[in-house]
Nanobody, 115 residues
Framework: QVQLVESGGGLVQPGGSLRLSCAISGTAVRVNPVGWYRQAPGNERELVAGIYPGPNTKYGDSVAGRFTISRDNAKNTVYLQMNSLKPEDSAVYYC?????????WGQGTQVTVSS
């Protein structure tokens, strides 16, 4: 069974930083694509960052230059380093991977950016 568990969310001031973690079991981050998505109240879920076998990465336009996605193969964990946080970054952040022909999602971690 593929499971993803997000952690690291919380309350942070504008301009601050957080690092989110996505611990994955049941498959290997080395060979699977992994993405970070977010969803704020009233908004659709959007791709924040992705990391792919190669490894290659991509970022949403709103976070490029501020967020960095990385992986630790030994720990089977994907990270999202978030710097220069803005109030509009507030959302529930979800980790996702594609395996056995379908998407697998974690339960999410709340990020709130507020002064």
């Amino acid at each position: 069974q593929v499971q993803l568990v997000e952690s690291g969310g919380g309350l942070v001031q504008p301009g601050g930083s957080l690092r989110l973690s996505c611990a994955i079991s049941g498959t290997a981050v080395r060979v699977n694509p992994v993405g970070w998505y977010r969803q704020a109240p009233g908004n659709e879920r959007e791709l924040v960052a992705g990391i792919y076998p190669g490894p290659n990465t991509k970022y949403g336009d709103s976070v490029a230059g501020r967020f960095t996605i990385s992986r630790d193969n030994a720990k089977n964990t994907v990270y999202l380093q978030m710097n220069s946080l803005k109030p509009e970054d507030s959302a529930v952040y979800y980790c996702q991977t594609y395996y056995w022909g379908r998407d697998h999602w974690g339960q999410g971690t709340q990020v709130t950016v507020s002064s």
